[in-house]
């Protein structure tokens, strides 16, 4: 059975293994090094984070990060959501993305946004499942290891919140 939980500081060194598969991929993120948990803890709202576990291990994760610190936009919020690579294809990143898309709105934020490369369409779909739509692609948004990658831009408007 997966539970969804709050993550917690000493969730770090499984949550850092999960997000080092996740850059291996090349598919999750331009980011090529797991950075040190103050930078990570600096980088992703404290009130929105969230691990899944089966028999109480953690499996996935998923968090919030600021679009922007400017006032106007305190209630838009970018989404990541990261499974194990044993653990995919399971219902997990669905059951995180749906309680984030959850807490998300019980602490304000009324939209939600996800670039995603365009190859990664298992998360590309994931996020039409759960709400978002697409918004539009970004061309040759960023080059990693001399190739270039276009990011899907997927939103997601709160019904509750905001309106």
């Known amino acids: ?55 109480d291990r953690v499996v996935g994760f998923a968090v919030l990060s600021l679009v922007s610190k400017r006032k106007v936009y305190k209630g838009i919020a970018e989404v990541s959501v990261y499974v194990s690579e044993e653990n995919r294809g399971q219902g997990i990143g669905e059951k995180l993305l749906n309680e984030l898309i959850h807490q998300s709105e019980k602490n304000g934020f009324w939209t939600l946004q996800a670039g995603i490369f365009s190859d990664n369409l298992a998360s590309i779909e994931l996020h039409k499942k759960c709400g978002f739509r697409v918004i539009g692609v970004k061309e040759k948004i960023g080059r990693m290891d001399g190739i270039w990658y276009d990011n899907h831009f997927l939103e997601r408007r709160s019904k509750t919140v905001g309106q």
């Open 1 to 55: 059975m997966i539970t969804i939980r709050s993550l917690i500081p000493s969730d770090w060194l499984t949550v850092s293994k999960i997000y080092a598969e996740g850059i291996a991929t090349k598919l999750a993120t331009f980011e090529t090094e797991v950075p040190s948990w103050e930078e990570w803890n600096r980088k992703y709202i404290k009130t929105c984070r969230i691990v899944a576990e089966i028999q």
